[in-house]
């Protein structure tokens, strides 16, 4: 069976700081990956889809960008943060159908 | 550009009473739906779908939802609310070939 991975479960970065968010998943091969984010009481947000190595589609415009260096991992990274990229961020693949959302990761930048 | 409107951002119910959340989308040729629930500070989890076929449809938790086309609607209902249900609320509209349209959420919480 399919699973999806993201860490670390929670970050606490200051301001100016780097980031960089993991996920991967297990159990199927080149699948469409997604990262969303939530922000304190609005709804998700997304931010990138790949559909296959290095390729990475941008929804949003902002400090933030993605890679995939491999067919089942997704990266998002930022090389300076600022107070408006904490949030949750959770990364998903897509079945048949359907997507399929990892844990995600609580960021909180300071 | 597809959108997807959730009506209302908190609904409060006493616990054993029925809940309808309500979900609007904008119209187009076919619509595939999605109704996601979120427990606090974990993923989302697939409650339902409607892709083709019976306009009714259940999903795990006791949950159904009606998609109804000439109102644009997918509200999802549940006849008799447990503690347990207490959560997040996503409706979600398929855009295009690779993407997740969200509504906003509607937190759901039950009062003993």
């Known amino acids: 069976s399919q699973t999806i991975h993201q860490w670390p479960a929670t970050l606490v970065q200051p301001v100016g700081s780097p980031l960089s968010l993991e996920c991967t998943v297990e159990?199927?091969?080149?699948?469409?990956l997604y990262w969303y984010r939530q922000a304190a009481g609005r709804g998700l947000q997304l931010l990138f889809y790949s559909v296959g190595i290095g390729q990475i589609s941008s929804e949003v415009p902002q400090n933030l960008s993605a890679s995939r260096p491999q067919d089942r991992q997704f990266i998002l990274s930022s090389k300076k943060l600022l107070l408006s990229d904490s949030g949750f961020y959770l990364c998903?693949?897509?079945?048949?159908?359907?997507?399929?959302f990892g844990p995600g990761t609580r960021l909180t930048v300071t | 550009a597809q959108s997807v409107t959730q009506l209302d951002s908190q609904v409060p119910v006493f616990e054993e009473a029925p809940v309808e959340l309500r979900c609007n989308y904008s119209?187009?040729?076919?619509?595939?739906l999605f109704w996601y629930v979120q427990y606090p500070n974990q993923g989302l989890q697939l409650l339902l779908k409607y892709l083709s076929g019976s306009t009714l449809v259940k999903g795990i938790n006791g949950f159904e939802a009606e998609f109804n086309k000439s109102q644009t609607s997918f509200h999802l209902r549940k006849p008799s609310v447990h503690i347990s249900d207490t959560a997040e609320y996503f409706c979600a509209v398929i855009q295009g070939a690779q993407k997740l349209v969200f509504g906003q959420g509607t937190r759901l919480t039950i009062n003993p």
């Open positions: 119209s187009s040729v076919s619509v595939y």
């Open positions: 998903a693949w897509r079945g048949y159908d359907e997507q399929y």
């Open positions: 159990g199927t091969s080149n699948p469409n």
